[in-house]
């Protein structure tokens, strides 16, 4: 299907686990976004790319990884987990105009 | 920095009756502003935009925005609010390359 999908939808872990979401859009937008939503912040950028193999940090983004080695797939990497990213996590694209179109989020709960 | 703020956190209208939600924004230069809308455990749906050119913006669902320059303002409207608008509403503004998001406003609307 056509659109932007994240995987998983929902996941629970344990403080200091890894942990990976996925993100893969199908339009072969350049711009790429991770964000994460809590509660009274609205959305945080935590990373952001602008064309596979080029990515720079958002806002928030400690504890965070992420690469592109394909223009089509996100993935975000909690390299140890923290319970301070329990969150709901948006990944994000664009193309040339300024409007991002969003996947259906990944709710994450660290134990 | 470019900035937008939702003074509402809440807003409750009756069916039938008009909606408006508020935002202000904070640019230098001038301002691309945008209007998602979120339902429940959804991903974020673009709703509208302002990039430059009429003072009234249409967009998706019968909703509309007013540009007002002189008072830095982007209100959401919409003239007739359904059940079905219930929702969290979120005003962005464009800083590159990314958006910027108010703290969101949720919207209930009672039958």
Not at chain 1, 4 to 32: A, F
Request: proline fraction near 5%; hydrophobic fraction near 30%.
């Amino acid at each position: 299907d056509a659109g932007i999908t994240q995987s998983p939808r929902y996941k629970i872990t344990e403080t200091g686990r890894q942990v990976t979401l996925m993100c893969h859009q199908t339009w072969s937008h350049s711009y790429m976004f991770w964000y994460r939503q809590d509660l009274g912040h609205g959305l945080r950028l935590i990373y952001y790319s602008a064309a596979a193999d080029i990515t720079d940090k958002g806002e928030v983004p400690d504890g965070y990884v992420v690469s592109r080695s394909k223009t089509e797939n996100f993935p975000l990497t909690l390299e140890s987990a923290t319970r301070s990213q329990t969150s709901v996590y948006f990944c994000a694209s664009r193309e040339r105009t300024d409007t991002q179109y969003f996947g259906p989020g990944t709710r994450l709960t660290v134990l | 920095a470019q900035s937008v703020a939702q003074p509402e956190d809440q807003v409750n209208v009756a069916e039938g009756n008009p909606l408006t939600v508020k935002c202000t924004y904070s640019v230098s230069g001038n301002p691309y502003l945008f209007w998602y809308v979120q339902y429940p455990n959804r991903g974020l749906q673009f709703l509208l935009k302002y990039i430059t050119g009429d003072n009234l913006v249409k967009g998706s669902y019968g909703f509309e925005a007013e540009f007002n320059k002189s008072q830095t303002s982007f209100h959401l409207k919409k003239p007739s609010a359904l059940v079905s608008d219930s929702a969290l509403y979120f005003c962005a503004v464009r800083d590159p390359p990314q958006l910027s998001f108010g703290a969101g406003t949720t919207v209930t609307v009672r039958a």
